[in-house]
Each structure stands twice: as structure tokens, then as C-alpha cells.
């Protein structure tokens, strides 16, 4: 797979070195244009249209080829610069190529969900910026306390930082934004910006809130080519970009392919047509019979109750395509002959969020930490020793599938933590002898369309997706022989792997 993201940002940083075009030595230099930029502002000063910088600087390179900085009191000091430019081209810094303003934020109570009379449409900070053009935002004001009437780049520089957009509309700007109103080329200011949003970030300053000044801006260095060279690196920016577009695309159109391809095999394997039947293998019949001998030791043992040894008759729809030509040596099954079925604790002692910690080794697993049919460690909270012991059901064991029941509905994974418990949305499948229900056979069940379909009978969820544990305890599942478990497991990583490799 190709990262069009890398080959984007590759083709930016070879334009903004001037690789990606040929240079014209006939093109006015840089440096001239630098000038007619300096009078112009100048001029824009004169008009008081916007104000002189205090102790003001620009770049320039000395005879020794050395870069400088030059203030307006006369103070001079050497600089480094990040890289050599084309013959024509200039260091400057974007104080000499913009004009900054920073955004100033109007009361709450001047700001409008709709436009009224003598209103302009508010940005406060990055959340409508896309790949190039500012989104509308839908919040107007009436208190234009800065306004952006020309085409410029808008630069977020509050948490994040450096984040940067084309607005071609006039607008009132808060204070997470700052507008740069070119005088150069716009597109090669944005796209030159774009690579630029690391050494922002070191330009500004705060631990946890971090924020760039308008000082942080004016001093960051950019390139500039002529004035005729910028164009055609738009040009040829442009068209590099439709092709990584195109490329993007084709590798979306892949990758849901494959994605469907996957759900497919899946599927096949969990009908029994994947792999060629063997009459030889013992038939699920007889699992079943194994199942139920494991169960009763269990019971007898005290560690499963009564109305788990219950039985239900698995209930098919009139359309119950899924399940015609399964093998003879398979059995149709409700889920709870074969799995043992456990909620979490929802009384007294359930945890509350404060009292988690996001440290410590009892896992308290709830459903954003399903991912790709594992238990992610990424945003997990943990429980103390006091918490977990308090807890009357909902602990996990090892190889446990874990299904969620409530919100992100058959969302699942399998632990393979040996101690924890689950959140309220989640419940446990724990084969009640793995090597008799393979708990990777569970997992490829639960991510199958054969229990989408089951999903669709007893989802009683309204605005958010509710199933009852003993609903899920009904859902039917098409029970292969022992051996076949592991044999179609195996064919599903062969299959998938060619898949990838495909890809």
C-alpha cells in the first residue's frame, strides 16, 4: 500500500525546494519582489490601512552568503536557515510576505446560530477547516470585532497549532485563528505553511494548552521563489495531486474489496464451504453430548447454576437461507447450549468512572476498547484491588470473548488478560471447555453476517442499540464438528493472507 499522505507531503517539499519544477534564470529574482512587497507596505502605512511594526525585521543574505536578520533599529545577527535555495529564490521571514492579524473573539451574546441583519459569519477557531477551503461555519455575529475581508491563509494557534486553510469569503475571526493576507501567491503560501506545522508548534509556547503568538508567526521563515515560478509549482502541484488523489482512490476501492472479500470467506466458512468434509469426523452431534457431560460436572461442581443446563430450540426465520446446506455433520444451536453467558455487575459495588484509574493491572474493559477483535490497551482504565474483589459477577478469564450488548452493538474481542472485569455494555462468552468450542471459532461467529442476522431479531434498542443477555442467549449458531473448528480457522488465515497480500 502506498501512504498517499507521505507521497502528498513528499511532493510539497520537493516544490518548496525547487525541485519539482525547472527554474527560468530569466525570471525576475525573489529579491526584487521582496522590494516591491516592502514599498508596498510601506505605502498600505502611509494610508494608516495598518500599522508599523515595532523593531521590525527582514532577512537577507550577505556577500559571504551568510543569511541575516536585519531590525529596524539597526541590529543585525546572523542566522541559520533550514535549506539552500535555487538561484532567485529568497529567505524571508512572513512578516515580509503577509500581513498577520490575529483574531479577537466577540461576546457570546452577539454570536447567532443563524444570520440576522448586519451579521457576518464567525470563525472561532480550526473545526471547519477540510483539505484546502474553510467550511462554513454556521455561527454568525453582529460584533465584527475582526474581520477578514480578503482572500487569506487562516492559521489555527490555539491547541492544535499551525493548522492552516484557504477562506475566500470575508469573515470575523476569534482568537484560535489568525488570518495572513498574502502578497504573494495564496496556494503556495497555504501549501508551503502545510509542511510547516512542526516548527510552528516549536514557536509556541504552554505545557498542556500550547499557543503561538503573533511574534511566534511574523519570525517563522518561508521561501520564496519568483513570482512566475510560484505559479507554475501551483500548476505542477495541482496536477501531482489529482494523481495521488486518483491513487487514494483506487486504494479505498481496494481496500473495501478486500474488506468485503474477508466477510465473504468468512461467511462461506461459517456455512461449511470453505473447506472439503471429512465423513470421518466425529459429527457436532456428538460434541454436543460432550458439551452437556462438561456442563453437568460443572454444575455439580457449583460453578454454573441450574438454568444454565436449560436448553433452547434454535428459532429460524422464514428466510433462513443462512442456514440451508450447512453440512450433515452440523448442528444448528442456540448460543447458550455451547457458551456460558455472564453479565457484568450493575449494582452497588459497579465502579464510577472517577474512582478508575488509567494505571494498574486489573483491566476494566468497556466497548471503546474492543478493537479489531482484541482488547486494546489504548484508553483502558484500570481497577484496585479492592474494586475488583467487590465485584459480584463480570470478571474475565483468558481467551473470554467479549460482546457488546448496549451502543456500539456486537462490537467484540477476545481478552487475553487472565483477571479483570467488563463494563455494563459488555457481556462474556466463555466456552465452558475450550477444547471442545474453540474460542477463536466464537469470535470468527461473532463477526460473521450469520449474527448480523440474528442482531435484527431482538435488537430493542431505539436511539441507542440495546440487546438483553438473554436475547444473545437464543441467537443461533451453525455448530461444526471439533476438528473442523480448527481446520476452518486456519483456512480463513490462508485466505486472508493472500488477501493482504493482494492488497
Known sequence: MIDTKALKDKILDLAMRGKLTPQDPNDEPASELL??????????????????????????????????????????????????????????????????????????????????????????????????????????????????????????????VGDVNII????????????????????????????EKEGLEQNASGSTFKSITVKGIKKHLIAVPPLNEQTRIIKQINKSLVLVCAIKQN???????????????????????????????????????????????????????????????????????????????????CLKTIVYILNGDRGKNYPSKEKLSFSGNIPFISAINLKNGLVSKESLKYLNDEQYNLLRSGKIKKDDILFCIRGSLAKNGISKFTKGAIASSLVILRSYNKRLISPLFLLAYCNSTQISSELNKYNNGTAQPNLAASDLSKFVIALPPKMQQHKILRAIYRVNNIVDFIK
Open 35 to 160: 522590494k516591491r512587497i516592502k514599498a508596498e507596505k510601506e505605502k498600505l502605512i502611509n494610508q494608516k490601512k495598518i500599522k508599523r511594526e515595532k523593531n521590525g525585521s527582514e532577512i537577507f543574505q550577505g556577500d559571504d552568503g551568510l543569511h541575516y536578520e536585519k531590525f529596524a533599529d539597526g541590529t543585525i545577527k546572523e542566522i541559520e536557515v533550514p535549506y539552500e535555495l535555487p538561484e532567485g529564490w529568497a529567505w524571508a521571514n512572513l512578516n515580509q510576505v503577509t500581513n498577520i492579524v490575529m483574531g479577537s473573539s466577540p461576546s457570546g451574546n452577539n454570536i447567532y446560530n443563524k444570520p440576522i441583519l448586519n451579521c457576518v459569519e464567525f470563525h472561532q477557531g480550526k473545526s471547519h477547516f477540510s483539505e484546502v477551503y474553510v467550511n462554513e461555519s454556521k455561527k454568525w455575529t453582529t460584533e465584527i470585532t475582526q474581520l477578514i475581508e480578503t482572500d487569506a491563509v487562516l492559521m489555527s494557534v490555539r491547541a492544535p
Open 168 to 195: 475566500n469569503r470575508p469573515i470575523v475571526i476569534g482568537r484560535g485563528i489568525a488570518g495572513l493576507i498574502p502578497q504573494i501567491n495564496i496556494k503556495y503560501l497555504f501549501y508551503y505553511l502545510s509542511l
Open 251 to 333: 486504494q479505498n476501492e481496494l481496500n473495501l474489496i478486500s474488506t468485503n472479500l474477508k466477510q465473504k470467506i468468512l461467511d462461506i466458512s461459517m456455512q461449511g464451504k470453505l473447506i472439503p468434509q471429512n465423513i470421518n469426523d466425529e459429527p457436532a452431534s456428538i460434541l454436543l453430548d460432550k458439551i452437556r457431560a462438561e456442563k453437568q460436572k460443572l454444575f455439580k461442581e457449583g460453578k454454573i447454576k441450574k438454568k444454565d443446563l436449560e436448553e433452547i430450540q434454535p428459532t429460524l426465520d422464514e428466510d433462513n437461507a443462512y442456514y440451508q446446506n450447512i453440512p450433515k455433520s452440523w448442528s444448528l444451536v
